[in-house]
Every structure is written in C-alpha cells, then in structure tokens.
C-alpha cells in the first residue's frame, strides 16, 4: 500500500479558510508521531460540509462530522488506537462478516429441528456449512436474508448467507451530493440530538476508510481493527453509494445513496448489519432482525449504528 502524505501538519500554510481548531494526535500508546485529524472548537454550518470537502479533496482530506454525544467527549478523549490499525484494503469484506456471523448469529437464530427455520440468515452456495463464509461475491446467497436460516452447524446456528447483491434500482442522487445534504440537515438543526456537531477533517483516500485512518475505536468491544469494519464500508460504498458522515466515540451514521428498495433486499442486507452491529439489534427496539430490515433498511437514506 503506498501511503498517502498526511497534509495536516502543514494545514496552516495549506491556504484552506479554517475556523478555530485543534489538531489531534493523542491516543491510547501516547502522542502519535503525526496529526491524525483536525477538528474546529465550534458547531458547524449548514454550508460547511459542502465548502471543506471541496477545498479539503485537493489536500487528500475528507469531511466527516464529530460529535461529543451526552458525555461531552470529543475525538481528543476517544481512544484512538491507530497503532493497532491495519489497512481496509488488506481485508474481504465478506470473509470480515462472515467470521462475525459466526460468532454472533447464534444469538438471533432460531433453527426448528430439521435444520430450518425463521432466524437471521439463509443458506447459499457461498458460504460453508461451517459458517466460514467461503464465498467471496455478492449474491451468491439465496438473496432473502433474514427471511429464512439456511442449514444448521453443529451448534445450531445459520450458515452466513453472503453479500447481499446491489440494490436492482440505480442512485438518484450523486453519493457524495447525498452525504452533503445529510450533513446539512444535521448542522441546520442545533436542537437535534447531533446538535453541535463540529467540522473535521481526515487525511483518507476515501470516506470508508475514515474511521482506520485516526484508529477509531468506538467498536471495541465487537472488533479491535476497525480497518476490517472499514472493509465492509468500502462493500457498502460500493453497492450502496455509503459515505460516513457522523463519529462519535461508539457511534457512526452513514448516508446512502441506493438504499434497498424492496423487501427481500433489505432483508439480504439486515444479514450484513448484524453481522457489523450486532448492538444494533441485540440492545435497542424492537429487537428484532425482519421489524429492523423493514423500518431501518428499506429506503432509509440513513444508517445509525451504536456500539456497547
């Protein structure tokens, strides 16, 4: 991988018109040796967003909100983790999910005793019997999700089902348009849970691999390298048009610009996001993966995801 000069430490002489900031560079193995982002000491505007990404991107910067949530804590008090951060690229998205499918679908599937059932996921030919997710293309599943589990392991479990195939229906809007517009929404409304939410900027080749490039750490508890989450965002952006748009210490919020538009697609995907939250569904209403992919997927323009 080659790797990318980091301009933020020479953002004062960049010529970009910034309003007061901080760079951060502390994390949990002490002062890193470089800027790992620069974020502004005041809530961002609704043009904000719109005016860093455009100056930002010739500087190798990507725009991303930061919010210091109700504990008031903002990325200088997040646990940064950069040193055990590996590279998104190093990593398959699918073999990602499946290794977390296996570790946390028996949680959500409910085989009946012939191996079949009404849980998490369905069999397909791209996954193993054994979970291992074998299968490294899209739509190898049999493309209904969480409708069905697919044939049991030893320990009762759903085999992973694989990616979920792209949604049929094209994007309306251009992805990076849909990120900018969801930025606005959340800065235009100070009294909004996200109100106060600030500028930052991330040297990153793109949105995907935000979180890797400052070692985010708010998935701990589910995964210690965010670069292998990373590597589903990169799937996400791919067959979604997904861009990160909102970090905080253990949450993040997505925009997407080709949401599922039917059931069974949003059913497929609900596979995925368990596999990448579990928390998502597991700790908050209704609890449910098929009432998640049909109120939180299906043409949501929008992604939420909390870790514990």
Known sequence: MATLPNPLPDLASSGLDLPPGSLVDGTLDGPWHEPLLWYADGPAAPRDWTALRTAGRRLGLLPVLVTGGARDQWPDAWDLHPGGTSYPGDHDADEVLAGYWTDYAHEEVDLDSDGS????????DGAGSDGSGSGSEAGTGSGTGVSAAGSGDEDGRGSWPGLAPAPAAESGEDPDEAAAGLAGVITADPDSWLGGARMALVPARRSADIPASIGWSGPMNHENDVARLCAVLRSWEDRYDARVVVLGFDTMIVSVGRPPTTPEEARALAAEHYAFCPDNIDQSPPYDLEVYAQKRLLDQEVWSFWWD
């Open 117 to 124: 059932g009404s849980g998490a996921g369905t069999g397909s």
